[in-house]
């Protein structure tokens, strides 16, 4: 069983729908919650970014972590065809910068003008 | 701020030869720089871990003496494919954590081809 879990769909929405993004995880230690999105042929650009349990919003994207669960989500409001790419959930323990970051596989994401 | 840059984007080189990539943090010092491999429609696979003033880790499979690391200071860390082959060819990304670590940022990646 790999340590984080996201469905590599692709998930193709029409523009302006509310987009679910999801990850689950077995390691409980993990603390740091992120979610990248990489373009096609680019680098992942860091998100959102969260510690333990709880949600966080910024603009159109919220964030929610629950550790009871150990899932989390990321929640995209007014889908743009801009959002089209691919999300990759990521965790680490986060005991120093070294802590190695456990990524999933990335849902590809489309957007449907 | 936490912007990463990676140097060439891309190279396209012969089989046998050597290809060095050079990763900085622009705007912070990074204890700690990672090395990533990406295969299209593949998620990330981290190399390597490297500290600055020493010797880099590297995760199981990966190859050190094919794969070199230096982590010259700071805000500079290169990655050198010696003698590469066709099977090296893949998109190579860097990342820089800081103190403390709590994320990483990612350089945007260098696209490497050997012929």
């Known amino acids: 069983q790999k340590e984080v879990e996201q469905d590599p769909g692709p998930l193709s929405v029409p523009e302006g729908a509310i987009v679910s993004l999801n990850c689950t995880y077995s390691?409980?230690?993990?603390?740091?919650f992120m979610w990248y999105r990489q373009y096609s042929r680019k680098g992942p650009e860091l998100l959102m970014y969260?510690?333990?349990?709880g949600n966080k919003e910024d603009g159109r994207f919220t964030a929610q972590v629950d550790k009871s669960s150990k899932y989390i989500s990321l929640f995209i409001r007014d889908s743009q065809p801009s959002d089209s790419a691919t999300y990759l959930c990521?965790?680490?323990?986060?005991?120093?910068?070294?802590?190695?970051?456990?990524f999933g596989s990335g849902t590809r994401l489309s957007i449907r003008p | 701020g936490a912007v990463v840059s990676q140097h060439p984007s891309w190279v396209i080189c012969k089989s046998g030869t050597s290809v060095k990539i050079e990763c900085r943090s622009l705007?912070?010092?990074?204890?700690?720089m990672f090395w990533y491999r990406q295969f299209p429609k593949q998620s990330l696979m981290l190399m390597a871990t490297?500290?600055?003033?020493?010797?880099?880790?590297?995760e199981q499979g990966v190859e050190k003496d094919k794969f070199l690391i230096n982590h010259a200071s700071l805000t500079l860390s290169t990655l050198t494919v010696t003698s590469a082959h066709p099977e090296d060819s893949s998109f190579y990304i860097c990342?820089?954590?800081?103190?403390?670590?709590?994320?990483?940022?990612f350089g945007p990646g260098t696209r490497l081809l050997v012929l």
């Open positions: 990342s820089a954590g800081t103190d403390p670590g709590e994320t990483q940022y």
């Open positions: 390691n409980s230690a993990f603390q740091y």
């Open positions: 969260t510690y333990s349990s």
């Open positions: 990521a965790m680490s323990p986060g005991y120093s910068s070294a802590s190695k970051i456990i």
């Open positions: 705007d912070f010092q990074a204890t700690t």
């Open positions: 490297s500290n600055e003033g020493s010797k880099a880790t590297y």
